[in-house]
């Protein structure tokens, strides 16, 4: 058996508008981030979703209950949180490099190795739990780049340059396998 994931990015925040990368922090979606959500919702094949994740921060929180608030059970999970960009949270997104955190910590934050590490737990306990469901994930690029990485047989190298944000190529959703 397996586990299927389906998984969504929160909607566009007032940060990301400004060009400054949240990591940890709690910010708001903005008034576009809002209305991407609710349409995201047209979208979502809810009869195929057996239960919903996602972070536990405001913004895929938010996004989450704009999507499947009332019609699927959400729960909230720190280990697909943002990476933590330590002294870099709050910070122009022209200085939050990927490439130089693969194994090195952000300055008092996290490594995207360190991601991977909550992310591959996270998956372990999805497979434990839910061998045979579909579950939505609604959470953020690092975690999104570390399933990447632990399903698709990806580098971290590879997964930041073909990520869908580099490319132009959103889609409303992505699919994903743990066997």
Known sequence: MS???MYYV??????NEKHVS????????SQKG?????????????DKIDIV??????????????IFGGIKEIVEDSRIRECNYGD?????????????????????GESLKDVEKRISEFLNYLKD???????ALVAHKAPQLAIEVL??????????????RKTKAWQPGWEYEIK
Request: hydrophobic fraction near 35%.
């Open 151 to 164: 399903t698709q047989n990806k580098t971290w190298d590879e997964a930041i340059e073909t990520d869908w």
């Open 10 to 15: 929160h909607g566009t925040t007032t940060d």
């Open 53 to 66: 994740f996602c972070s536990d921060l405001k913004r895929a929180v938010v996004s989450a209950n704009n």
């Open 22 to 29: 949240s990591g940890w922090k709690n910010v708001e979606l």
């Open 88 to 108: 870099l949270d709050g910070k122009d997104t022209s200085l939050v490099k990927y490439e130089e955190h693969i194994q090195v910590p952000f300055p008092n």
């Open 129 to 135: 739990n839910y061998d045979g469901k579909t579950v």
């Open 34 to 46: 809002i209305e991407q959500s609710f349409a995201l919702k047209e979208k979502v094949p809810m």
């Open 3 to 5: 586990v299927k994931i």
